[in-house]
Structures are given as structure tokens and as C-alpha cells.
């Protein structure tokens, strides 16, 4: 429509003030984000947006991050969680030559598939690993084959498992990307959601009692992790330190999901640390802003054939947009797209057009105008109307015409 309905931002020095100043922020924060993992990806879980990201998808390997889609898969395919499973030496064939982590299983052990989720996921054992995919599977290629399924199910397109433990292999890789879109999917099943929450987990025999390995981390260097909800570490060689977490912005109520492949190992854990800058970054700058609220007066649209001037649009829910600090609300502009003037002919509660919400010239939402009151008809107001009046008295002067004519003929 015209800029008359178009709200007036601030004047044109305070713009380029605003342009300077989100400029320099921006160059701030770009060395402020600076992290030593290679790739990165976060999400807005509230809605579902990338707000960071770095390579996220180049292709890379994600060590026991695969123990996601392991421990998924798996859950899946449980009938009865306490189910038993006798454990033999068969299963753990090479994991202690490769130096694999594993929770101490031993031969003969009888365990539950409980314990094994957990011995699989929280302490990343690729010994829990190996006896729940082969007890599940009979193998653990054919338990890889349910994995890449999936993977092709959930259009994990850059994602190919070659073996369920996450340990080095070629042809074994992933993305970022991939991994926080099959975290998510995940975070779905509600036992998943419990496992990758928990830090500790008691065997059902009392034989053990396992941590996760995020919970030894921050024990072992001091450092505070409380702001995670849940999380599942990774390392090897190859794909460097490795995290997929979740933490909650509980002042602003935003729940974020993060994943750090190939950070540099070197006995500190900087998977954790630029877990850690990354949320608290985010936690301080972040929030969502109200743009609009219910019931918040928009435009005037005139109206004609009436007594009425005008009636008041309102905003007909309330718009939030996810932003910086630097947000100014003066940005805000709204564009209206439907007829300058409402006639009678519109009925009440009927959509007459749109408001386009900008921020900053970026299109956020929209807006349906919908009629809340009735326009009455004015005859007087209408013949105001010099279009209308024309019509009238053309049409009655030709009929006062052709009865002259009939009555002169009559006479």
C-alpha cells in the first residue's frame, strides 16, 4: 500500500547511528564466538531456528555422538527394558585393542537392556554398546543397517554408520547439522529424553553405578555445567572432542540445542568450554521482543457511505521476534495491503486484507484485517459521492423523458 500507513522509523542520522552501532556489535561478537571446535551448529528449540553456526555441514566424524541414533535405535526395538542379557567376551572382540571406553562388563554378567542403554549412553562404554546391539541384532552390522534406515528415514542425508560405538572407521561420518536434526527427532521419545538428562544410573543388580561422562568432566576440571540439561560427549583421534547438548535460558524461557565436533585434544576440555561461551553468549544478548500485542491499535482505514470516519484496526495476536539487544523498537514498521476505504458491502467478521510486519525492512509476520463492526449505509452520505449522484440522475432523467414522451403522445 502507500507509506500512510507505514509507521515513520526514527530520522535518518539516528538510523546510521543504529547501522554503526549493530556493526561494531557485530564485529564484537564474531570475536567474542570465537571457539576452538571446528564446526558448530545451535537451535532455537522454541522455534526450531539455527542461531550459530560454523561448518555445520561439512562433513566430519562425530566419535560416540553416533551413540544417539545406537541408543535410539535400540529403544526402538526394546520390548521389556528389564529384560536380561548374559554378557560374553565374544562381544567386546578389539574394543580394548582400539582403546575404547568401556564400563568394566565382564563375561558371564547378566545385565538388563536398561542397564545397557544407560552403560551405552551416559558413560559411553562401547562394551554396553557392543552387547546391546549384538543381543538386539544378533550382529552388530545387522544393528548398523537398523541405524542407517533410520538415517535415511530422517533425511540424515551427509550421515553413514559403519559401526555403533562411534569409533573410527572408514566411511563412518556425519555432520553437525545432521546430528542436532537427529538429536531433536530423539528428544521426541521420552525414555531417550530421560537417558540424555541423566548423570547417574545404578545397574539393577547394584554391580554398578555409572556417571556421565559431562558429569566427570566438570568434576575433573572444576567446572560449573549446571546450565546443561542433558548432554553426550564424544572423542577419538579423528573427530577431535565432540558435544551434543541442551541447555535453558530460564530467565528469557529459551531452550537451546548445540553441537561441537573437533575441538582440539590436548588434556582440556574445550568441547565443554565453547559449549559454555556459546549459552552464556547467547543467555546475555538474547531474548524475544514484543513487537506486537493483541488488541494493539495498527491503522485508521476511512470508510464511505456512512456517518462513520473511520474505524480502528487491531492486532489480532501478539508478535514476539527472537533478537539481539541491540532490537529498536522504531524499526517497526507495518504495511497494509487491502482497500483505502471500507463500504458497507463489507460484513463483519470479514477478512479485508493484511498488515505486513517489518523489522529493520525484514518482513517478520503477517497480519489479517478482519472487520470487527458492521459499516451502516448512509443514502444522504452516499449521493455525497459525485460518481454515485451522476449515475442517479442520468438514469431518472431519462426516465422523466421517456414519460413526457408517453404522456405528449397520449394527449
Excluded at 149 to 168: E, P, S, Y
Excluded at 287 to 315: C, F, P, R
Amino acid at each position: 500500500m502507500t507509506n500512510h500507513y507505514k509507521q515513520k522509523g526514527s530520522d535518518l542520522l539516528e538510523k546510521c547511528l543504529i547501522v554503526l552501532v549493530i556493526f561494531f556489535i557485530g564485529i564484537f561478537n564474531a570475536y567474542a564466538l570465537e571457539i576452538a571446535s571446528e564446526h558448530a551448529v545451535m537451535y532455537n528449540l522454541n522455534d526450531g531456528t539455527i542461531v550459530f553456526e560454523k561448518n555445520k555441514d561439512e562433513v566430519t566424524k562425530v566419535a560416540s555422538l553416533n551413540k544417539i541414533m545406537t541408543t535410539l535405535v535400540a529403544i526402538e526395538q526394546i520390548d521389556n527394558l528389564n529384560e536380561t542379557v548374559v554378557v560374553n567376551d565374544n562381544m567386546f572382540y578389539g574394543l580394548y585393542e582400539e582403546g575404547a571406553a568401556v564400563i568394566g562388563l565382564v563375561n558371564g554378567q547378566v545385565v538388563t537392556y536398561e542397564d545397557l542403554l544407560y552403560g551405552t549412553f551416559i558413560s559411553s562404554g562401547a562394551d554396553a554398546t557392543r552387547a546391546l546391539t549384538i543381543s538386539l541384532a544378533g550382529s552388530e552390522d545387522d544393528f548398523v543397517k537398523l541405524m542407517n534406515q533410520k538415517a535415511n528415514i530422517l533425511g540424515l542425508t551427509n550421515t553413514h554408520f559403519v559401526n555403533a560405538t562411534g569409533l573410527d572407521a572408514e566411511g563412518q561420518i556425519s555432520t553437525v547439522d545432521d546430528v542436532a536434526k537427529l538429536l531433536m527427532y530423539a528428544l521426541k521419545n521420552d525414555l531417550f529424553k530421560t537417558i540424555f538428562e541423566s548423570q547417574t544410573y545404578d545397574f539393577k543388580d547394584s554391580s554398578l553405578k555409572l556417571y556421565s561422562t559431562l558429569y566427570n568432566t566438570s568434576i575433573k576440571y572444576g567446572i560449573d555445567t549446571d546450565i546443561i540439561e542433558g548432554a553426550k560427549t564424544g572423542y577419538t583421534d579423528e573427530a577431535g572432542l565432540c558435544l551434543a547438548s541442551v541447555a535453558h535460558d530460564t530467565k528469557n524461557d529459551i531452550k537451546y540445542l548445540l553441537v561441537t565436533a573437533k575441538a582440539p585434544v590436548n588434556g582440556y576440555p574445550y568441547h565443554v568450554e565453547d559449549a559454555l561461551k556459546i549459552y552464556d553468549y547467547y543467555f546475555s544478548n538474547y531474548k524475544y521482543y514484543n513487537v506486537v500485542k493483541k488488541d494493539e491499535e495498527l491503522i485508521n482505514l476511512d470508510t464511505k457511505y456512512n456517518k462513520v470516519k473511520n474505524i480502528t484496526i487491531k492486532a489480532d495476536k501478539d508478535i514476539t521476534l527472537y533478537y539481539d539487544n541491540t532490537f529498536n523498537k522504531d524499526l517497526v514498521t507495518f504495511d497494509y495491503n487491502g482497500p483505502e476505504k471500507i463500504s458497507p458491502n463489507f460484513k463483519k467478521g470479514e477478512k479485508i486484507g493484511t498488515i505486513d510486519v517489518y523489522y529493520d525492512d525484514k518482513k517478520i509476520d503477517v497480519i489479517d484485517v478482519v472487520l470487527n463492526e458492521s459499516i451502516p449505509f448512509s443514502l444522504s452520505e452516499f449521493f455525497k459521492e459525485p460518481e454515485n449522484l451522476f449515475p442517479f440522475v442520468l438514469f431518472w432523467g431519462a426516465v422523466l423523458l421517456v414519460i413526457g414522451r408517453m404522456l405528449k403522445q397520449s394527449m
